[in-house]
């Protein structure tokens, strides 16, 4: 699980994702990420 998750090297081990997977919908930025977080604090 190390080897995969933390060094991500998938060849020789493996990465733990859970049911949380499958709340992910599309791919964004964190520069998306942070701006959207902030969009009540402005």
Do not use: A, P, Q, W
């Amino acid at each position: 699980m190390r080897l995969g998750m933390l060094l991500g090297d998938l060849d020789n081990g493996y990465v733990s994702v859970g049911n949380g997977v499958s709340l992910i919908h599309e791919i964004k930025s964190v520069k998306e990420v942070v701006e959207e977080l902030m969009v009540d604090f402005k």
